[in-house]
């Protein structure tokens, strides 16, 4: 089956750490995107990718970082210079300049 | 700035009747995409129906259907005949192009009741 998928679905992180969110997709597509979930808000976006070993950042991107080694994959790490990265994080993927599909996200807590 | 906005943060409709969800977004381009996205209770974001600004026919996908208004600025959602499964939260999206890439600019959303 054709899909995004995001792992781990709930990840907890202890203070100073760093941890590290997985994204496949095996929709051939070229752009991937992470945003970020917050209760009562819409979302927002974090870093995004148009094409292999390139990103940009979005609008929060501090305290975070990404790669883009394989087409299939864009990994997100939550550094712990993210002073409150408990949230929904979500990836999506598009064929250039097309709409957007979504992962199933995952949950971070920060203990 | 870019903004996209729902002013209703919740919203209720029984069972088989008709619902409409409102959304404005403010842009001064004049060839941009518009969605609509459903996120149920599992939380992952579902592609309800798209509008391309350059047309003027209003998307339609079964149930769903839109009313793009463009001198406005608004892209209202209407779900007919809404059944149980329809309960979400509903987020207008708008696409806009930022050094060379797309991004999209999302509404707070609107949280979607389905009474029985």
């Known amino acids: 089956d054709g899909g995004i998928t995001q792992s781990p679905k709930y990840l907890f992180r202890k203070e100073g750490q760093n941890v590290t969110l997985s994204c496949e997709q095996n929709l051939n597509h070229d752009a991937m995107y992470w945003y970020r979930q917050d209760p009562g808000q819409g979302l927002r976006l974090i870093y995004y990718?148009?094409?292999?070993?390139?990103?940009q950042k979005g609008d929060i991107a501090e305290g975070y970082s990404v790669s883009r080694e394989k087409k299939e994959s864009f990994p997100l790490t939550v550094t712990s210079a993210q002073k409150n990265p408990t949230a929904f994080y979500l990836c999506?993927?598009?064929?250039?300049?097309?709409?957007?599909?979504f992962g199933p996200g995952t949950r971070l807590t920060v203990l | 700035a870019q903004t996209v906005t729902q002013s209703q943060p919740e919203m209720s409709v029984q069972e088989a009747e008709t619902v409409t969800l409102s959304c404005t977004y403010d842009t001064s381009e004049s060839d941009y995409y518009l969605f609509w996205y459903k996120q149920p209770p599992s939380r992952q974001m579902i592609l309800v129906i798209r509008q391309e600004a350059y047309k003027q026919q209003n998307a339609t996908e079964n149930r769903f259907s839109v009313n793009f208004q463009k001198a406005a600025k608004s892209f209202s959602l209407k779900i007919s005949d809404s059944q149980l499964g329809d309960a979400a939260m509903y987020f207008c999206?708008?696409?806009?192009?930022?050094?060379?890439?797309?991004?999209?600019?999302f509404g707070k959303g609107t949280k979607l009741t389905v009474n029985p």
């Open positions: 999506a993927s598009s064929m250039e300049a097309d709409t957007q599909y």
């Open positions: 990718s148009q094409i292999v070993n390139d990103f």
């Open positions: 999206a708008y696409r806009i192009s930022q050094g060379g890439s797309e991004k999209l600019v």
